[in-house]
Every structure is written in structure tokens, then in C-alpha cells.
């Protein structure tokens, strides 16, 4: 496993952590103080598997049971289960703002995105198998070596299907990454804000009902539905100078993990 790919991990981890700062209710700081302990665990055994690989790579043997200050404890769990128990029991009040209906919307899909990258994770770990087999084929010059390469390729197979979820998953996390990025924009856009509050205001229509929200990338539109209401209503080319491109994403993948 590569340098490269233990940040990706660690940061992949650390993605449901980030996000807009609200006021908080006891319950809702109860739920983020719970999630964040096992967060912080997940990441501490990622890092852990990651050194541990390194050294059985050098021969090295670890002691037993070397990765046990990662596990998560019973106790943990009950204080997250408690947690989401308490906030399901809530009543929050619908949006008033378009601002509001944003960071609504925002926070729903960085939370869509964070399963993603779980998803994109579990679907890369059928393909790294391939760091393995690359590493034992660099240094198979010998015939144990060989031999020992056989038996890898005997037990390993990457089939069609792993590579169709993979390909899926990462799909899944462009698209929401996408999402969250033009929620958090939206909601901080003055501009398109009050240009949807005083729609809203002018049609009578209520902006907590609405019905769905969707962005269009090429035309960076924001198209809002309150039912039979305003119904496809859009905003355009207000956060067009938020827009990344591929190459962009990249050279930031670059800034952030030193990508040769």
C-alpha cells in the first residue's frame, strides 16, 4: 500500500467530520461527540493496518493483538446508539430560508457522500490486491520467487464485477462530491438567496415545502420544485465561478498527497 493511498484512507475517514458549523442542541453535539470517537477509531486502525502491512513486508512480527487501541468498544456503541436514538426523537422545523433549504440539502448529501467513500473503500480493497501482486512480480527473478507468485495469482482473482462496483462507487462519489460542493456554494450565495426568498415571497410559496432540489454542472443551474408550486423553477450561472474541472480536481489531489 502506498503513502498515497493511507492519506486517501485517513482523509476518506475523515470526510463525515467536516461540514457546515450550526448551533447545536445537546442531543445533536451528544451525536457528533459519539460519532467521532468511532470516526477517530476507523481512522486510528487504518493507520495502524497500514504500518502493520509495512512491517510483515520487512519481515518484521508484530505482537499479538498489536491493533487492539483501535477497536471499538461496547461502550461506544451504546453511547452512539443512545445518540442517534435522542436525535431521531427531534422535531426540527422545515427551512424558512433558501439559505436554510442549501445547508439542509448540503449537509444531506455530505452525508450521502461519506457512504460513498465507505462504498468506493470496500470496493477498492478487491482491486489492491494488485500493489501485492505488482511488488512480488517487480522482484520475481528467482524461482521461489516465482513459485511464490503462482500461489498469490492462484488465490487472488479480480473479476468484472469488482471492477463494475469500483467503477460504480467512484462514480457515486464524483456525483455527490458534486452535490455537496454546490449546496455548501448555493448557501453561501447572497445573491441567489435572496433572488429564491423573494420568488418565494412573491408566489406566496412556502420554501420549507419544497419537493426536491437538483444542480446542473454544465449550466450551473440550481432547479427547485414546491409541487404543483413553482414547480422547475431555476437559478443560474450564480456559483459558475466555484466550478472545478477535471485537471483542477487533480492538481488539488496533487497540492494535497504529493501525487507523481
Same mark, same amino acid.
Not at 462519489?173 to 455548501?184: E, K, R
Not at 456554494?185 to 420568488?199: C, F, G, K, R, V
Given at each position: 500500500?502506498?503513502?498515497?493511498?493511507?492519506?486517501?484512507?485517513?482523509?476518506?475517514?475523515?470526510?463525515?467530520?467536516?461540514?457546515?458549523?450550526?448551533?447545536?442542541?445537546?442531543?445533536?453535539?451528544?451525536?457528533?461527540?459519539?460519532?467521532?470517537?468511532?470516526? +477517530?477509531?476507523?481512522?486510528?486502525?487504518?493507520?495502524?493496518?497500514?504500518?502493520?502491512?509495512?512491517?510483515?513486508? +520487512?519481515?518484521?512480527?508484530?505482537?499479538?493483538?498489536?491493533?487492539?487501541?483501535?477497536?471499538?468498544?461496547?461502550?461506544?456503541?451504546?453511547?452512539?446508539?443512545?445518540?442517534?436514538?435522542?436525535?431521531?426523537?427531534?422535531?426540527?422545523?422545515?427551512?424558512?430560508?433558501?439559505?436554510?433549504?442549501?445547508?439542509?440539502?448540503?449537509?444531506?448529501?455530505?452525508?450521502?457522500?461519506?457512504?460513498?467513500?465507505?462504498?468506493?473503500?470496500?470496493?477498492?480493497?478487491?482491486?489492491?490486491?494488485?500493489?501485492?501482486?505488482?511488488?512480488?512480480?517487480?522482484?520475481?527473478?528467482?524461482?521461489?520467487?516465482?513459485?511464490?507468485?503462482?500461489?498469490?495469482?492462484?488465490?487472488?482473482?479480480?473479476?468484472?464485477?469488482?471492477?463494475?462496483?469500483?467503477? +460504480?462507487?467512484?462514480?457515486?462519489?464524483?456525483?455527490?462530491?458534486?452535490?455537496?460542493?454546490?449546496?455548501?456554494?448555493?448557501?453561501?450565495?447572497?445573491?441567489?438567496?435572496?433572488?429564491?426568498?423573494?420568488?418565494?415571497?412573491?408566489?406566496?410559496?412556502?420554501?420549507?415545502?419544497?419537493?426536491?432540489?437538483?444542480?446542473?454542472?454544465?449550466?450551473?443551474?440550481?432547479?427547485?420544485?414546491?409541487?404543483?408550486?413553482?414547480?422547475?423553477?431555476?437559478?443560474? +450561472?450564480?456559483?459558475?465561478?466555484?466550478?472545478?474541472?477535471?485537471?483542477?480536481?487533480?492538481?488539488?489531489?496533487?497540492?494535497?498527497?504529493?501525487?507523481?
Amino acid at each position: 500500500m502506498s503513502k498515497l493511498l493511507a492519506n486517501a484512507i485517513t482523509a476518506a475517514l475523515c470526510l463525515t467530520g467536516s461540514g457546515l458549523q450550526a448551533q447545536q442542541t445537546l442531543e445533536v453535539q451528544g451525536l457528533q461527540e459519539a460519532a467521532s470517537i468511532i470516526e +477517530q477509531q476507523v481512522s486510528l486502525a487504518a493507520v495502524l493496518a497500514y504500518a502493520a502491512t509495512d512491517l510483515a513486508s +520487512q519481515g518484521q512480527i508484530v505482537a499479538n493483538e498489536s491493533l487492539s487501541e483501535a477497536i471499538v468498544t461496547n461502550e461506544m456503541l451504546l453511547s452512539y446508539q443512545t445518540s442517534v436514538d435522542l436525535v431521531l426523537a427531534m422535531d426540527f422545523s422545515a427551512a424558512e430560508t433558501a439559505s436554510e433549504l442549501f445547508s439542509a440539502e448540503y449537509e444531506s448529501a455530505m452525508l450521502e457522500l461519506g457512504m460513498s467513500v465507505d462504498e468506493l473503500s470496500e470496493a477498492s480493497a478487491a482491486l489492491m490486491s494488485t500493489s501485492v501482486i505488482a511488488e512480488m512480480a517487480a522482484t520475481a527473478d528467482t524461482r521461489p520467487e516465482g513459485l511464490a507468485l503462482q500461489e498469490v495469482l492462484s488465490n487472488i482473482e479480480i473479476t468484472q464485477e469488482d471492477v463494475d462496483t469500483y467503477n +460504480q462507487a467512484l462514480s457515486a462519489v464524483s456525483g455527490m462530491a458534486q452535490l455537496s460542493g454546490a449546496f455548501f456554494a448555493a448557501s453561501q450565495n447572497e445573491a441567489l438567496t435572496s433572488s429564491i426568498d423573494t420568488y418565494a415571497n412573491t408566489n406566496n410559496i412556502s420554501i420549507g415545502e419544497y419537493t426536491s432540489v437538483s444542480f446542473e454542472f454544465d449550466t450551473n443551474e440550481y432547479i427547485i420544485t414546491w409541487g404543483e408550486q413553482g414547480e422547475g423553477t431555476g437559478w443560474s +450561472q450564480y456559483t459558475s465561478s466555484n466550478n472545478m474541472s477535471a485537471d483542477e480536481l487533480y492538481d488539488h489531489a496533487q497540492s494535497l498527497y504529493d501525487v507523481n
